[in-house]
T-cell receptor
Protein backbone atom coordinates (compact mmCIF):
# COMPACT_ATOMS: atom_id res chain seq x y z
CA UNK A 1 0.00 0.00 0.00
CA UNK A 2 1.12 3.53 -0.66
CA UNK A 3 2.18 5.29 2.48
CA UNK A 4 4.21 8.25 3.73
CA UNK A 5 5.70 7.97 7.19
CA UNK A 6 7.08 10.80 9.27
CA UNK A 7 8.27 9.11 12.44
CA UNK A 8 8.78 12.24 14.53
CA UNK A 9 5.79 14.21 15.73
CA UNK A 10 7.98 16.93 17.24
CA UNK A 11 11.57 17.93 16.67
CA UNK A 12 13.10 20.56 18.95
CA UNK A 13 16.49 22.08 18.17
CA UNK A 14 18.48 25.13 19.10
CA UNK A 15 19.16 27.93 16.68
CA UNK A 16 22.21 27.17 14.59
CA UNK A 17 21.94 23.40 15.04
CA UNK A 18 21.52 21.06 12.07
CA UNK A 19 18.04 19.81 11.30
CA UNK A 20 16.88 16.59 9.70
CA UNK A 21 13.18 15.85 9.31
CA UNK A 22 12.66 12.24 8.36
CA UNK A 23 10.33 10.95 5.69
CA UNK A 24 9.96 7.41 4.42
CA UNK A 25 7.61 6.27 1.71
CA UNK A 26 6.10 3.08 0.39
CA UNK A 27 5.23 3.13 -3.30
CA UNK A 28 5.70 0.66 -6.12
CA UNK A 29 5.92 3.25 -8.88
CA UNK A 30 8.39 6.01 -9.63
CA UNK A 31 7.99 8.42 -6.72
CA UNK A 32 7.38 12.14 -6.97
CA UNK A 33 8.00 13.57 -3.53
CA UNK A 34 7.47 16.96 -1.91
CA UNK A 35 7.89 18.81 1.31
CA UNK A 36 5.13 21.20 2.35
CA UNK A 37 5.35 23.67 5.21
CA UNK A 38 2.74 25.42 7.29
CA UNK A 39 3.89 28.36 9.38
CA UNK A 40 1.75 29.51 12.31
CA UNK A 41 -1.56 30.97 11.08
CA UNK A 42 -0.54 30.59 7.46
CA UNK A 43 -1.60 28.32 4.62
CA UNK A 44 -0.01 25.10 3.61
CA UNK A 45 2.61 25.86 0.96
CA UNK A 46 5.10 23.98 -1.10
CA UNK A 47 8.65 24.09 0.26
CA UNK A 48 10.40 21.96 -2.33
CA UNK A 49 9.94 19.09 -4.75
CA UNK A 50 12.57 16.46 -5.34
CA UNK A 51 12.49 16.76 -9.10
CA UNK A 52 13.61 20.38 -8.90
CA UNK A 53 16.74 19.50 -6.94
CA UNK A 54 16.72 22.97 -5.47
CA UNK A 55 17.44 24.52 -2.11
CA UNK A 56 14.71 26.65 -0.61
CA UNK A 57 15.37 28.72 2.53
CA UNK A 58 18.49 26.64 3.04
CA UNK A 59 16.57 23.34 3.04
CA UNK A 60 17.46 20.43 0.79
CA UNK A 61 16.03 16.95 0.39
CA UNK A 62 17.52 14.02 -1.45
CA UNK A 63 15.51 11.11 -2.73
CA UNK A 64 17.09 7.82 -1.69
CA UNK A 65 15.28 5.06 -3.55
CA UNK A 66 17.28 2.32 -1.85
CA UNK A 67 16.15 3.45 1.57
CA UNK A 68 12.82 4.81 0.28
CA UNK A 69 13.51 8.04 2.07
CA UNK A 70 13.23 11.75 1.36
CA UNK A 71 14.63 13.42 4.46
CA UNK A 72 14.59 17.22 4.74
CA UNK A 73 17.81 18.81 5.92
CA UNK A 74 19.16 22.20 6.87
CA UNK A 75 22.66 22.74 8.23
CA UNK A 76 21.85 25.66 10.53
CA UNK A 77 18.31 26.07 11.86
CA UNK A 78 16.77 29.52 12.29
CA UNK A 79 13.93 30.50 14.61
CA UNK A 80 11.78 31.38 11.61
CA UNK A 81 11.99 27.74 10.49
CA UNK A 82 9.63 26.80 13.30
CA UNK A 83 6.58 25.32 11.59
CA UNK A 84 4.74 22.12 10.71
CA UNK A 85 6.36 20.16 7.90
CA UNK A 86 4.58 17.58 5.78
CA UNK A 87 6.15 15.10 3.40
CA UNK A 88 3.92 14.21 0.43
CA UNK A 89 3.94 11.64 -2.36
CA UNK A 90 2.17 11.94 -5.69
CA UNK A 91 0.48 8.74 -6.83
CA UNK A 92 0.49 9.78 -10.47
CA UNK A 93 2.46 11.87 -12.93
CA UNK A 94 -0.16 14.61 -13.04
CA UNK A 95 -0.13 15.41 -9.34
CA UNK A 96 -3.85 14.87 -8.97
CA UNK A 97 -3.56 12.49 -6.04
CA UNK A 98 -1.22 13.42 -3.22
CA UNK A 99 -0.84 11.50 0.00
CA UNK A 100 0.64 13.28 2.99
CA UNK A 101 2.47 12.14 6.06
CA UNK A 102 1.16 13.08 9.49
CA UNK A 103 3.60 15.94 9.77
CA UNK A 104 6.46 16.93 12.05
CA UNK A 105 6.45 20.07 14.16
CA UNK A 106 9.84 21.74 14.09
CA UNK A 107 10.55 24.02 17.02
CA UNK A 108 13.70 26.14 16.90
CA UNK A 109 14.62 28.00 20.06
CA UNK A 110 17.38 30.46 20.83
CA UNK B 1 -6.16 37.80 -6.56
CA UNK B 2 -5.86 37.03 -2.89
CA UNK B 3 -5.39 33.34 -3.38
CA UNK B 4 -7.72 30.43 -2.72
CA UNK B 5 -10.57 31.58 -0.52
CA UNK B 6 -12.64 29.28 1.69
CA UNK B 7 -15.75 30.03 3.69
CA UNK B 8 -16.83 29.82 6.36
CA UNK B 9 -13.59 29.83 8.30
CA UNK B 10 -15.26 27.96 11.17
CA UNK B 11 -18.44 25.94 11.22
CA UNK B 12 -20.10 24.30 14.19
CA UNK B 13 -22.82 21.82 13.37
CA UNK B 14 -25.08 19.62 15.43
CA UNK B 15 -24.89 15.93 14.63
CA UNK B 16 -27.29 15.16 11.84
CA UNK B 17 -27.20 18.63 10.34
CA UNK B 18 -26.23 19.25 6.70
CA UNK B 19 -23.34 21.61 5.96
CA UNK B 20 -21.97 23.26 2.84
CA UNK B 21 -18.38 24.44 2.55
CA UNK B 22 -17.33 26.83 -0.19
CA UNK B 23 -14.10 27.18 -2.11
CA UNK B 24 -13.19 30.05 -4.44
CA UNK B 25 -10.08 29.01 -6.35
CA UNK B 26 -7.66 31.45 -7.92
CA UNK B 27 -9.27 32.87 -11.05
CA UNK B 28 -8.51 30.80 -14.12
CA UNK B 29 -7.28 27.76 -12.22
CA UNK B 30 -8.35 24.60 -13.95
CA UNK B 31 -7.74 22.01 -11.25
CA UNK B 32 -9.43 22.03 -7.86
CA UNK B 33 -8.91 19.62 -4.99
CA UNK B 34 -10.58 18.99 -1.65
CA UNK B 35 -8.66 17.51 1.28
CA UNK B 36 -9.78 16.53 4.79
CA UNK B 37 -7.35 17.04 7.67
CA UNK B 38 -8.27 15.48 10.98
CA UNK B 39 -6.57 16.66 14.15
CA UNK B 40 -2.97 15.48 14.31
CA UNK B 41 -3.07 14.05 10.79
CA UNK B 42 -1.88 15.14 7.40
CA UNK B 43 -4.32 16.20 4.70
CA UNK B 44 -6.20 13.32 3.04
CA UNK B 45 -7.41 13.54 -0.53
CA UNK B 46 -11.17 13.68 -1.03
CA UNK B 47 -11.88 14.67 -4.61
CA UNK B 48 -10.53 16.40 -7.73
CA UNK B 49 -12.12 18.56 -10.41
CA UNK B 50 -10.80 19.56 -13.79
CA UNK B 51 -12.95 22.55 -14.69
CA UNK B 52 -16.51 21.40 -13.98
CA UNK B 53 -15.77 17.70 -14.35
CA UNK B 54 -15.27 15.67 -11.20
CA UNK B 55 -12.55 13.30 -12.37
CA UNK B 56 -11.75 11.58 -9.10
CA UNK B 57 -13.96 11.17 -6.05
CA UNK B 58 -12.27 8.10 -4.68
CA UNK B 59 -11.38 9.80 -1.40
CA UNK B 60 -14.90 10.75 -0.38
CA UNK B 61 -15.46 8.70 2.79
CA UNK B 62 -19.15 8.00 2.33
CA UNK B 63 -22.17 8.86 0.22
CA UNK B 64 -22.94 11.62 2.72
CA UNK B 65 -20.15 13.62 1.08
CA UNK B 66 -20.87 15.37 -2.18
CA UNK B 67 -18.85 17.94 -4.11
CA UNK B 68 -19.70 20.05 -7.11
CA UNK B 69 -18.15 22.72 -9.32
CA UNK B 70 -20.96 23.48 -11.77
CA UNK B 71 -19.36 26.36 -13.67
CA UNK B 72 -15.77 25.31 -13.35
CA UNK B 73 -14.87 27.95 -10.78
CA UNK B 74 -16.42 27.96 -7.29
CA UNK B 75 -16.77 24.57 -5.64
CA UNK B 76 -18.99 23.42 -2.80
CA UNK B 77 -18.38 20.44 -0.57
CA UNK B 78 -21.60 19.27 1.04
CA UNK B 79 -21.81 16.90 3.96
CA UNK B 80 -25.21 15.48 4.79
CA UNK B 81 -26.28 14.20 8.22
CA UNK B 82 -22.95 15.17 9.78
CA UNK B 83 -21.33 12.82 12.28
CA UNK B 84 -18.75 13.55 14.94
CA UNK B 85 -16.08 11.78 12.90
CA UNK B 86 -16.56 14.42 10.19
CA UNK B 87 -14.95 17.00 12.48
CA UNK B 88 -11.83 18.16 10.67
CA UNK B 89 -10.29 20.98 8.69
CA UNK B 90 -11.41 20.86 5.07
CA UNK B 91 -8.79 22.24 2.71
CA UNK B 92 -9.26 23.34 -0.86
CA UNK B 93 -6.39 23.67 -3.32
CA UNK B 94 -6.18 24.78 -6.93
CA UNK B 95 -3.66 24.80 -9.73
CA UNK B 96 -3.49 26.66 -13.01
CA UNK B 97 -2.98 23.68 -15.25
CA UNK B 98 -4.43 20.20 -15.52
CA UNK B 99 -1.24 18.35 -14.74
CA UNK B 100 0.64 20.74 -12.51
CA UNK B 101 3.26 18.17 -11.65
CA UNK B 102 4.43 17.97 -15.26
CA UNK B 103 4.61 21.73 -15.68
CA UNK B 104 7.77 23.46 -14.60
CA UNK B 105 7.32 25.85 -11.69
CA UNK B 106 3.66 24.97 -11.26
CA UNK B 107 2.28 24.04 -7.87
CA UNK B 108 -0.83 23.69 -5.76
CA UNK B 109 -2.18 26.72 -3.93
CA UNK B 110 -4.00 25.92 -0.72
CA UNK B 111 -6.76 27.83 1.01
CA UNK B 112 -6.85 28.50 4.75
CA UNK B 113 -9.40 25.77 5.26
CA UNK B 114 -12.76 25.46 6.99
CA UNK B 115 -12.65 24.01 10.47
CA UNK B 116 -15.77 21.91 10.98
CA UNK B 117 -16.77 20.85 14.46
CA UNK B 118 -19.69 18.44 14.81
CA UNK B 119 -21.18 18.32 18.28
Amino acid sequence: AQRVTQPEKLLSVFKGAPVELKCNYSYSGSPELFWYVQYSRQRLQLLLRHISRESIKGFTADLNKGETSFHLKKPFAQEEDSAMYYCALSLNQAGTALIFGKGTTLSVSS
Amino acid sequence: GAGVSQSPRYKVAKRGQDVALRCDPISGHVSLFWYQQALGQGPEFLTYFQNEAQLDKSGLPSDRFFAERPEGSVSTLKIQRTQQEDSAVYLCASSLVRSWLRAKDEKLFFGSGTQLSVL
